[in-house]
């Protein structure tokens, strides 16, 4: 390689060329150093497989299909893996919830039983580096990609009518934690969107001549536009409760609050509020 | 430990303050309420222009008969005689003590049909029923099916056995009098049958914007052929006023086809579909949002003619027969 850098050197119409080369080959030796601290630290990490479960209170108000708001319980599953570093998470979390809600109105008001059902998922891929640490607390801070679909059928008079909403964003994570013993914990997260793709597809109810309802995914996937905090804003926080166990698992008692607030046309709000529990399985077991 | 605190005390200022994300439902008055109906209609209903309603100065007819004192049952009539005035089958209004819809489509016209006739003299005891559909052969080997409302479901196994039962039949009539509409699904379901390769049956637009004339670009309506089963022989569809809905597309589609021909009177209309909504206070709509024409761009908003136009009534029946149904064998025999 020395041979080749000198040659380089001695040929000056190849400098450029060369230097290219070089870059490439500097750029090659960072990658493979950054991939071996990251085997090794990754190695060292403590590796975890949750899941969760949690009765879900929603609240909807979707625009495109009626102005009032609707309300009902529904229940709420995720699975996730972390990997906990010395001073760093990275976690991959999927979720999924449904539920059947209602409109809601005043005392007294004649209406007729509308009803819906509410589809939700979620996926999120999140990394945090510690802020701070000390003996009883840790602040850290980072980011997500944060994907969440909803999917609300409505029953009116007999008559089918669909709703999607789509949110993609690059969102910014708060992280404190709080050690009160060798085995409890308490832990709180807020998230908040920085940049957001939205997708709105306008509902029009049953297509006819379909077998089943008409979903444009395509539509759904690419007919969105990139939306503001004014005109888009969603808050997602987590309290927990964690007890580690002594097999080094651990178990959560958590609440979890998203509400969002869409006021691109139709307009959407939601908020969910979560009480449950998640088990987290330590991989590396019985070593912590 | 102070700022675990300050940090769950932020969020739970966070979560306390839900309303800045979902506000409660408002209680609309009953002058806002006629004004949510009134802007729905202008921004979903697909025919305004179509029928030439000067929809505004139906705002200016009706906003002055509501106040905020008008009491519910009148702002219910109130607002179920302005939605009167699109003249439409398809609009309706519901709330937990009323329902409101127009009936002319039907109710000022001719009957042209009388079910327990139709049944002792032309059925008997001898008919067969697969599913929804009642079918016989009657004199001279003509064919004869009812499928009494597109609300009823059936499977391609049934209407696969029905037609087998009907194959060796010189031709075969389709009772679509009565049939108010139903589940469009089964319009594409049961041409299937009728049909000897895919084609176009129609298009579709969707209204889109708050301008009488926004409308989505034109959706081709396709009909796929059975791959089991096809009757290829000659058809008579019987229609009336009350062949409405997914009754009248299905005859306006089947009038394309060579083999078929309509006989009775002109449907009763209806030409798009309905979708329903809510308004602030709980009560529920219905309005077309869509328009279906046949390919050459005829609207079947106003009803399919037929092409021999018969009518028959009591004194047909007097005399022992169905003027439509007779019609229908002669054609047929012929």
């Known amino acids: 390689m020395s041979l080749k850098l000198d040659s380089c050197n001695s040929a000056k119409k190849n400098r450029n060329k060369c230097f290219t080369l070089s870059r490439l080959i500097a750029g090659i030796l960072c990658l493979g150093s950054s991939m071996c601290l990251v085997s090794v630290t990754v190695a060292q990490s403590q590796h975890y497989v949750g899941i969760g479960i949690a009765p879900t209170r929603i609240n909807v108000r979707d625009e495109g299909n009626s102005p009032l708001l609707y309300q009902g319980i529904g229940i709420r599953a995720f699975a996730l893996y972390q990997i906990q570093a010395k001073n760093s998470l990275f976690a991959v979390e999927l979720g999924g919830q449904l539920g059947g809600i209602q409109p809601r109105l005043e005392a007294g008001s004649i209406l007729l039983p509308g009803s819906a059902q509410h589809y939700a998922a979620q996926s999120r891929l999140s990394y945090r580096r510690n802020i701070h640490t000390s003996r009883v607390w840790k602040l850290a801070a980072g980011g997500a990609w944060d994907t969440h679909t909803i999917v609300n059928y409505y029953e009116l008079n007999s008559n089918n009518l669909v709703g999607y909403e789509l949110n993609s964003s690059v969102a910014i994570q708060g992280h404190v934690e709080y050690t009160v013993n060798k085995y409890w914990s308490v832990q709180g997260l807020l998230q908040v969107p920085l940049v957001q793709y939205v997708s709105r597809p306008t509902s029009t109810g049953l297509v006819p001549f379909d077998d089943d309802l008409s979903v444009d995914y395509t539509q759904i996937v690419w007919g969105g536009e990139w939306g503001t905090w004014l005109r888009y804003r969603y808050v997602e926080t987590h309290l927990s409760i964690g007890r580690k166990l002594k097999n080094y698992d651990q178990a959560e008692f958590f609440y979890r609050w998203r509400a969002a607030n869409n006021r691109l046309n139709p307009a959407l709000e939601y908020a969910y509020h979560s009480l449950g529990v998640s088990y987290h399985f330590n991989l590396n077991s019985p070593t912590p | ?334």
């Open chain 2, 1 to 334: 430990m102070k700022r675990m605190v300050v940090f769950i005390s932020l969020i739970g200022c966070l979560t306390a303050c839900e309303r800045v994300y979902i506000e409660p439902n408002q209680k609309a008055t009953p002058p806002e309420l006629l004004t949510e109906l009134w802007e729905n209609v202008r921004d979903q209903y697909a025919y305004l222009e179509y029928k030439r309603i000067d929809w505004l100065a139906i705002r200016d007819e009706y906003t002055p008969l509501v106040n905020n004192q008008t009491p519910t049952d009148s702002l219910f009539r109130i607002m179920g005689d302005m939605l009167y005035q699109l003249q439409d089958g398809h609009v309706t209004l519901r709330a937990g003590f009323n329902s409101a819809r127009n009936w002319d489509w039907y109710l000022n016209y001719p009957l042209n049909y009388n079910e327990l006739f139709v049944l002792q003299s032309y059925l008997g005891n001898g008919f067969s029923q697969t599913g929804p559909f009642r079918y016989t052969i009657l004199s001279d080997s003509i064919g004869y099916l009812r499928y009494p409302s597109f609300n009823s479901d059936f499977s391609s196994d049934q209407m696969e056995y029905v037609l087998k039962q009907l194959a060796n039949t010189r031709g075969l009539i389709i009772d679509m009098r009565g049939n108010t509409g139903g589940n469009a699904e089964n319009i594409a379901k049961l041409m299937a049958f009728f049909v000897d390769r895919s084609q176009a049956a129609g298009q579709i637009v969707y209204k889109s914007g708050s301008a009488p004339t926004d409308f989505t670009t034109s959706e081709e309506i396709r009909i796929a052929a059975s791959e089991s089963v096809s009757y290829q022989k000659p058809i008579v569809v019987l229609i009336n006023r009350q062949c409405y809905s997914a009754c009248n597309i299905f005859s306006g589609f089947m009038s394309q086809l060579s083999q078929v021909t309509l006989v009775g009177d002109t449907t009763g209309g209806g030409g798009g579909f309905p979708v329903a909504s809510e308004l602030s206070n709980g009560w529920q709509y219905t309005l077309t949002v869509s328009r279906i024409m046949l390919p050459s761009g005829h609207e079947l908003e106003g009803g399919v003619p037929p092409d021999i136009n018969i009518r028959t009534g009591p004194e047909e029946e007097q005399l022992g027969y169905d003027a439509i149904i007779e019609e229908a064998i002669v054609n047929l025999s012929n």
